[in-house]
């Protein structure tokens, strides 16, 4: 495949996307725009543009588009937020969450050190400016201001920790999957001055959080 099968195939595949989902048109706006191919192993790139995961080495896995899609949208944010990635796995979401808020505004950790530098080099090199860590996203970033919003790609067993959601401003949200393999569902936060406000989203499969 080249540049403009590519191209083509990420259409249909926002196009599918528009029909099914009822999300923002700036969130279908970044998936067009980021070239998933470029973050699949070489023998996957065939079915980049498939709506489903994929594996991308060390028992990981990229989400499907439309989890990509759905998740994005619920973190609500806009040019010139700040916000904190828990996974970065091979930067594909980062990405997206980069092209609607703009350059060095996405921070994100990964568990995996070789997943880390591997995204790192990636993201770089097709212009995206994401700031990524190795580490635990329960410690990352300690020096950072509190973000506008957070989002976890891997799932805590027993609830988003309070690291995670202390690390986000009155007024932020937080994203995530939560709960045991088999049971985990989609959960948004919404950090207020006293208390946090949870919405479910419904049952999802992602890897669970080290
Ligand atoms: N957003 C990613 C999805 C990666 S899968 C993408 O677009 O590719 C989830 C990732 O979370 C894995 O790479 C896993 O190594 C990482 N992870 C698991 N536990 C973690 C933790 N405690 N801190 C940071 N990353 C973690």
Redesign the pocket.
């Known amino acids: 495949m080249d540049d403009a099968d590519h191209e083509a195939a990420r259409r249909e595949l926002v196009a599918g996307l528009r029909r099914r989902l009822d999300v923002d048109e700036r969130t279908l706006a970044a998936i067009e725009s980021v070239p998933r191919h470029e973050?699949v192993p070489e023998r996957h790139g065939s079915r980049a543009y498939a709506d489903r995961p994929l594996p991308?080495g060390?028992d990981?896995?990229?989400?499907a588009p439309h989890m990509?899609a759905v998740m994005t949208d619920l973190l609500d944010v806009g040019p010139g937020d700040r916000v904190f990635?828990?996974?970065?796995?091979?930067?594909?979401?980062?990405a997206v969450v980069a092209e609607i808020v703009g350059p060095g505004n996405v921070y994100s950790?990964?568990?995996?050190p070789e997943?880390a530098e591997a995204a790192r080099e990636r993201l770089q090199r097709l212009g995206y400016d994401v700031t990524v860590r190795a580490?635990?996203?329960?410690t990352a970033f300690p020096d950072e201001a509190r973000f506008d919003a957070a989002y976890l790609?891997?799932a805590p067993a027993d609830g988003i920790p309070d690291q995670i959601v202390d690390r986000v401003r009155s007024g932020g949200r937080v994203v995530g999957p939560v709960g045991r393999a088999g049971t985990q569902r989609l959960v948004r936060l919404t950090v207020g001055e006293e208390s946090v406000d949870r919405e479910d989203h419904g049952g999802v499969r992602?890897?669970p959080?080290?």
Do not use: K, N, P
Not at 60 to 63: G, M, N, R
Not at 109 to 112: A, Q
Not at 135 to 138: I, K, L
């Open positions: 973050f991308i060390h990981q896995t990229i989400s990509v990635e828990v996974g970065t796995g091979c930067g594909y979401h980062a950790v990964e568990y995996v997943l580490g635990d996203g329960r790609t891997c992602f890897v959080m080290q």
